[in-house]
């Protein structure tokens, strides 16, 4: 049976890899199709997937519509072109219908048909944050309860869902981001009084520790994940020492230094059980740059979740521009601390770690799936733009050389600088392979 389950597992992974990776390959490759199409350049062939053919139909303007068999990515070949990624000496053109070839074109042309891919990925990066945000609401301006979690038995809870918090231990809170600071103020207690509004009337009531040692997240591919933790636990006890909020979580951790903890986990329905982590030790970004920490990969918050409206177009397309821009932010601060060694090497991760997470993704929900999707969109539209040969982003860099010049670069050279981006892309591919299977 576990062999089974096991089996079972790995085909969700596999199944959800490969349908987040052919909605981001077919997006980019859709903005090369297109920007190229309008901008006179003529697709052969729209390829998902490489490898034999396994279903195809030409349209009116003749371009081969297809997908193959190996669903690992994709291409468009364009009239004259050599291969699948527009390198290299195509075949003879009709001098006629040079125009209508990638090279053959127009510099803006070729650039405009570039840069579109990586484009559009940040443009469903930035459509897919956004409507996620319109889906789930954004908080009300007062600080009023929505959903609330379920607690354990023993913790007393007379809050009710629509309640205008006021002040918590008499501690005035007006928005959901000072419930931390408040949290940190008050005499930690598994119990605390609540000033709130209800039906107009100003009441005070019995609740929770504001930020209590409760599970709103697991992060994928961590030791929690890996006990079979989820969102809503609450953590009673670590190491048999009951614990009351959430902050106690980390001090314990930090403490282990990479020690095995025993968690005593309440959960709805099923009561308190015993779980055995051992932290793992990670770097994460500061304002100052990195530092090294034991986590075991839980996120804390709140027992319960903000009440919300319906979020406007503008304000949530601003908030998946703001989102995109962080992935790219953070992807370019990470390769940096790895180039200069602020960080260790094992945080670049392959395609088993990517394939994993967004496996783990699909298994949490949709929501959690489409996230994900956007943020792999928005990191490989990124890395597709780092000036690499073979990349877009080389093709790029040929085209400003070309423009600054007024002559394109030799073919030697550029043969040259292929070969040495190809070797430099599949050493980073096997480099992020190995730490998949050999980093801890």
């Known amino acids: 049976m576990e062999m089974l389950a096991n089996l079972g597992g790995l085909l969700w992974t596999v199944a959800a890899f490969l349908v987040a990776l052919s909605i981001i390959v077919a997006v980019h490759e859709y903005g090369h199709y297109i920007i190229g199409r309008l901008s006179g350049i003529k697709a052969e062939v729209f390829s998902l997937g490489f490898g034999p053919r396994i279903f195809s139909r030409r349209d009116r303007r003749g371009t081969l519509w297809q997908v193959a068999l190996l669903p690992l990515g994709g291409y468009v070949r364009f009239l004259g072109d050599g291969n699948a990624a527009s390198a290299g000496a195509g075949e003879e053109v009709d001098p006629a219908l040079r125009r209508q070839t990638l090279s053959g074109a127009p510099l803006w042309a070729r650039f405009a048909t570039v840069a579109a891919g990586p484009v559009f990925n940040f443009i469903l990066s930035i459509l897919v944050f956004g409507a996620i945000l319109i889906w789930q609401g954004v908080p009300v301006d007062r600080l009023e309860i929505g959903r609330i979690s379920a607690m354990p038995p023993q913790v007393v809870n007379e809050l009710r869902e629509g309640d205008e918090i006021l002040a918590i231990g008499g501690q005035p809170v007006t928005t959901y981001r000072e419930l931390g600071e408040v949290a940190d103020k008050l005499e930690a207690s598994a119990q605390q009084q609540w000033t709130v509004r209800r039906d107009g009337q100003e009441v005070t009531l019995t609740g929770p520790e504001p930020m209590p040692p409760m599970v709103s997240g697991v992060a994928p591919r961590s030791p929690a994940l890996a006990a079979g933790l989820k969102g809503g636990d ?80 503008g304000e949530a397309l601003g908030a998946g521009v703001q989102q995109t821009w962080g992935v790219i932010s953070s992807s370019v601060s990470g390769i940096w601390a790895m180039v200069t060694g602020q960080i260790g090497s094992c ?62 670069a030799s073919e030697r050279v550029m043969n040259l600088l292929s070969m040495l981006g190809l070797a430099m892309v599949l050493s980073l591919m096997i480099f992020g392979l190995s730490n998949d299977l050999f980093c801890p």
């Open 234 to 313: 609450v953590i009673e006890a670590i190491d048999g020492r009951p614990v009351t909020r959430f902050a106690d979580l980390r001090s314990a951790v930090d403490a282990a230094q990479g020690r095995p903890v025993l968690l005593t986990i309440w959960r709805e329905g099923e009561g308190s059980a015993d779980y055995a982590l051992v932290p793992r030790e990670q770097d994460l970004p500061t304002e100052n740059g990195f530092e090294k920490r034991w986590l075991i990969g839980v996120t804390g918050g709140s027992f319960f979740d903000p009440a919300t409206r319906p979020a406007g177009v």
């Open 347 to 408: 945080n670049l991760g392959g395609a088993i770690s990517i394939a994993e997470t967004t496996g783990q993704a699909a298994a949490a929900g949709g929501a959690n799936f489409l996230w994900w999707i956007a943020v792999l969109s928005a990191a490989i539209g990124f890395l597709n733009l780092l000036p690499i040969p073979v990349l877009d982003g080389g093709h790029l860099m040929f085209f400003t050389y070309e423009a600054i010049f007024r002559r394109p």
